[in-house]
């Protein structure tokens, strides 16, 4: 069984910063790209940021230049750094890998519980 769980959310001043993390566990075979989404009230879930295990990375307008996604390959991890934010960020973030579980496996995505993040003064 594979586990995704997000941590690092929060609230935080308009400017500020955090750090998200996402170790995904369990039966692993091997990790394609994993990604960070967000769901905001009322608002479809929209893609972030991805990233490919040979570090190529992909990320949407609102947040080029903001953010930062890495992974550590190693540790079946991937982390969103977000600086600057902006009240508009507030939303549930989701982290998201596409993976097997086996070698004999098909490519599935997974998804982590969400993680609150609240930008506000």
């Known amino acids: 069984q594979v586990q995704l769980v997000e941590s690092g959310g929060g609230l935080v001043q308009p400017g500020g910063s955090l750090r998200l993390s996402c170790p995904a566990s369990?039966?692993?075979?091997?990790?394609?790209?994993m990604g960070w989404y967000r769901q905001a009230p009322g608002k479809q879930r929209e893609l972030v940021a991805d990233i490919t295990p040979g570090g190529s990375t992909y990320y949407t307008d609102s947040v080029k230049g903001r953010f930062t996604i890495s992974r550590d390959n190693a540790k079946n991890t991937v982390y969103l750094q977000m600086n600057s934010l902006k009240p508009e960020d507030t939303a549930v973030y989701y982290c998201?890998?596409?993976?097997?579980?086996?070698?004999?496996?098909?490519?599935?995505?997974?998804w982590g519980q969400g993680t609150q993040v609240t930008v506000s003064s």
């Open positions: 998201n890998a596409d993976l097997k579980a086996s070698y004999g496996g098909r490519w599935q995505d997974y």
């Open positions: 369990g039966s692993i075979f091997s990790i394609n790209r």
